[in-house]
């Protein structure tokens, strides 16, 4: 059986538009549609970015939502409400995706014919992402921002006073000046300087220590090109069964997707160790995200 696997959504394609043209609250939403089946998300048909080394053709899977991950014990839910925990002891999960409750998995394994689902306790043989629960979540339907005028500004910070806050319990207030870590991997779009006004895309608690700019767009900057591209720089650790690790000077990791593209995969195989900015088209608060371009940079 095929293994069933979802195509890259290009979420930032509305999420620049929302995000940093017209700028300001129009929040920078990710496009998550998720269809039952056919489903969208992010690998193609056999695609190794998603799925695994293992040969599946002649194996038995079926789809189910992740309840529970207890070291090699996997709960799951499927589509009838019916719950069973299989053993991954012997399973391939793609490492990059550490499963939790919400995604949406495909499950391969040796089965009887006639049997839609495995008995409890079936060791299984691979677990493919389908749908990341970030896809569905919320908690990920937009990118946590402030925007208005830049109050202080140096090489390693950026204050912000909110200008149009959305003034919910967790969300930036209005008239609130906000302080935030420029990180090695920000990227910014236009020449920022004290007066001018701006949006901060961030990471982290809003007020805390660590809360840090990833991306900070002039308004100048809003409706230009340049806006469309979100980008990030590090160096590349890693590339394993179709996944970029790209490390960061503060030694963050975040992970990327190549999708299927075996360009994408030539050059990230070939470039282990690279400073490069790699493009992407979701947020990188997500566990995976899906690259869309790498450019080396000294």
């Keep these: 059986?095929?293994?069933?696997?979802?195509?890259?959504?290009?979420?930032?394609?509305v999420l620049s538009l929302a995000a940093c043209q017209g700028g300001k609250k129009e929040a920078a939403e990710t496009a998550a549609s998720v269809a039952s089946?056919?489903?969208?998300g992010i690998g193609v048909d056999g695609d190794s970015s998603v799925a695994g080394p293992v040969?599946?053709?002649n194996m038995k899977d079926f789809q189910a939502t992740v309840q529970k991950l207890d070291g090699t014990k996997l709960t799951v839910e499927y589509e009838d409400g019916t719950s069973l925990t299989l053993d991954t002891s012997d399973a391939f999960i793609n490492p990059a995706w550490q499963l939790m409750p919400g995604d949406e998995v495909d499950i391969f394994y040796n089965g009887e014919d006639g049997v839609d689902i495995p008995a409890d306790g079936t060791k299984v043989a691979e677990v493919v992402m389908s749908v990341p629960y970030e896809y569905v979540s919320e908690d990920f339907s937009s990118e946590p921002q402030v925007y208005g005028e830049i109050t202080k500004l140096s090489d390693d910070s950026i204050t912000i006073k909110e200008d149009e806050g959305i003034n919910s319990d967790n969300g930036p207030q209005d008239g609130v000046e906000y302080t935030f870590k420029i990180p090695s991997y920000a990227t910014t779009i236009g020449k920022a300087k004290v007066g001018d006004y701006a949006q901060v895309l961030y990471l982290g608690k809003l007020s805390s220590d660590d809360a840090k700019a990833y991306r900070i767009c002039t308004e100048d900057m809003m409706e230009k090109e340049d806006s469309e591209v979100y980008e990030i720089k590090g160096t590349i650790a890693q590339f394993a069964d179709g996944i970029i690790y790209l490390k960061t000077d503060e030694g963050e990791v975040f992970n990327f997707t190549v999708d299927g593209d075996e360009k994408l995969a030539k050059v990230a195989a070939d470039s282990i160790g690279k400073k490069a900015k790699i493009s992407y088209t979701d947020s990188?608060?997500?566990r995976v995200s899906t690259c869309n371009g790498i450019k080396f940079v000294k």
């Design 284 to 286: 990188i608060r997500m």
């Design 37 to 40: 089946g056919e489903a969208s």
């Design 55 to 57: 040969d599946v053709s």
């Design 1 to 13: 059986m095929k293994k069933f696997v979802y195509t890259a959504m290009t979420v930032f394609a």
